[in-house]
């Protein structure tokens, strides 16, 4: 039995024949019933089940990460938060297909942070037994120490590591000691970003290579 709230222009929540009513995230859901498909689907359509799956499986093992990267573009109230932001640019700009047809992420074209500050020019990382060195160009417009420089190191579906403030962007470089590099197994893929730590805002991940 579907009830209807707060007279007559408030929600509808319950069911009334085969159609359901609900409240999610204060709006009122209406959903008909479900029609069976008679046609088996198309050959983009299994592709595009492909891709999303993939997209989810990487943005699932990864979630604590893509929530930190996005956290900045996620409007307070909306539907959408930062988890689906990553989601969603995963999906639609990271996915690439293989040579049989087979979707993949894409480290090189994967953003890890987000937002609209600009990214570093040209950096460039190398290690060192078990030290990380970072070389990136200055940018004046970074010359105040609030800006920081954010590093993830990426086993897509292992282990990964985020480290924060390793340095002022204005330094031009930064050495990091990483002890797990002695005994790791696979590689790495590395990102930078901006982070602004007094008024918040990130600048895209720039991806840097492999170690």
Same mark, same amino acid.
């Given at each position: ?6 007279? =007559? ?48 499986? /990487?943005?699932?093992? @990864? $979630? ?8 900045? *573009? ?5 539907? %959408?938060?930062?988890?689906? #932001? ?5 999906? $639609? ?9 087979? =979707? /993949?992420? @894409?480290?090189?074209? *994967? ?11 040209? +950096?460039?990382?190398?290690? @060192?037994?078990? %030290?990380?060195?970072?070389? &990136? ?10 800006? $920081? ?6 086993? =897509?579906?292992?282990?990964?590591? #985020? ?5 002022? %962007?204005s330094e031009g470089s930064c050495s990091l000691q990483f002890d797990r590099?002695?005994? $790791?197994?696979?590689? /790495?893929?590395?990102? %930078?970003?901006? &982070?602004?730590? *007094? ?8 991806? +840097?290579?492999?170690?």
């Amino acid at each position: 039995m579907a009830i209807l709230q707060n007279g =007559p222009n408030g929600p509808i929540i319950g069911k009334f024949g085969s159609v359901s009513a609900y409240m999610l995230k204060d709006q009122n859901v209406v959903r008909g019933p479900k029609r069976k498909r008679s046609s088996p689907p198309s050959a983009a359509e299994l592709l595009n089940r492909k891709k999303q799956q993939v997209a989810g499986k /990487f943005a699932g093992h @990864n $979630k604590r990460l893509l929530e930190f990267g996005y956290q900045f *573009l996620a409007e307070k109230g909306s539907r %959408v938060g930062a988890f689906q #932001l990553a989601q969603r640019h995963i999906f $639609k700009e990271a996915i690439e297909i293989d040579a049989d047809n087979n =979707p /993949f992420v @894409n480290p090189e074209r *994967l953003l890890l942070f987000s937002g609209p500050l600009t990214p570093l020019s040209n +950096c460039q990382v190398s290690i @060192n037994n078990d %030290v990380i060195d970072l070389n &990136w160009e200055a940018d004046d417009q970074y010359s105040d120490s609030v800006y $920081k420089i954010n590093l993830v190191l990426l086993d =897509p579906f292992n282990e990964s590591h #985020l480290r924060t403030s390793i340095a002022s %962007v204005s330094e031009g470089s930064c050495s990091l000691q990483f002890d797990r590099l002695k005994r $790791k197994t696979t590689d /790495f893929h590395v990102y %930078v970003g901006i &982070w602004d730590t *007094l008024d918040g805002g990130f600048s895209n991940s720039i991806y +840097c290579g492999v170690i």
